[in-house]
């Protein structure tokens, strides 16, 4: 049986203890990367398209990292490029499937977005996996849980109003703890079924 949402939260926030200052760096250096590639006119779009995916992974293995007390590293976001083929293949068939069902209705595309959303854990884990088994993968392992996801994803609307009063600052420390709890749901999917 799966933990409840704000366990998961509670068990973030311990991982994150200690190591706050580690993630929020980390995560700067990330946001100031993707950032940047924002604002360049139509090169920086097409450059992030080829980024997103690796450096979506890295973040998967940093907060891993930090979910499983493990020593977690700055230099880990940049991890997901050793597996480039692979990782960017899976990011741009994810895109592409979402952006197929969100053409049906905006309800599909977010269905479908629920049921990729362990994909760059996945590919985080496993090196070995292929684009499109990863995309399965998770699509299994999200079978039942996609609404527990999207609850736990409600959880922070609240904490982001308040991000939005300190001029987004406080994001710099929220983004660490929305994503370490992502990893500890993944943590908690994989291991309830292991036990299935």
Do not use: H
């Not at 933990?3 to 926030?13: D, F, H, I, T």
């Not at 854990?121 to 088994?133: C, F, K, P």
């Not at 922070?156 to 709890?181: D, E, K, M, N």
Request: hydrophobic share 50%; glycine share 10%; aromatic share 14%.
């Amino acid at each position: 049986m799966m933990k409840e949402n704000k366990e998961l939260m509670a068990e973030a926030r311990a991982s994150l203890s200690g190591n706050w200052g580690l993630a929020v760096g980390t995560f700067l250096v990330y946001i100031i990367i993707v950032g940047t590639l924002q604002v360049i006119p139509v090169i920086g779009g097409v450059i992030g398209l080829f980024i997103a995916g690796p450096m979506s992974v890295g973040i998967c293995m940093f907060t891993l990292s930090l979910s499983r007390d493990e020593n977690a590293r700055l230099e880990q976001i940049f991890e997901g490029f050793k597996n480039y083929g692979t990782v960017l293949g899976a990011y741009l068939l994810m895109v592409v499937f979402i952006f197929l069902w969100a053409l049906l209705l905006i309800i599909p595309g977010i269905i479908a977005g629920l049921a990729y959303s362990q994909t760059f854990y996945i590919l985080a884990e496993d090196d070995t996996i292929g684009s499109m088994d990863a995309l399965r993968k998770s699509k299994e392992m999200m079978n039942g849980y996609k609404w527990k996801y999207f609850c736990l994803g409600l959880r922070f609307i609240g904490w982001a109003l308040l991000c939005l009063l300190t001029l987004g600052i406080g994001f710099l420390w929220l983004s660490p703890y929305i994503q370490v709890s992502y990893a500890k749901f993944y943590e908690d999917l994989k291991m309830n079924q292991a036990v299935s």
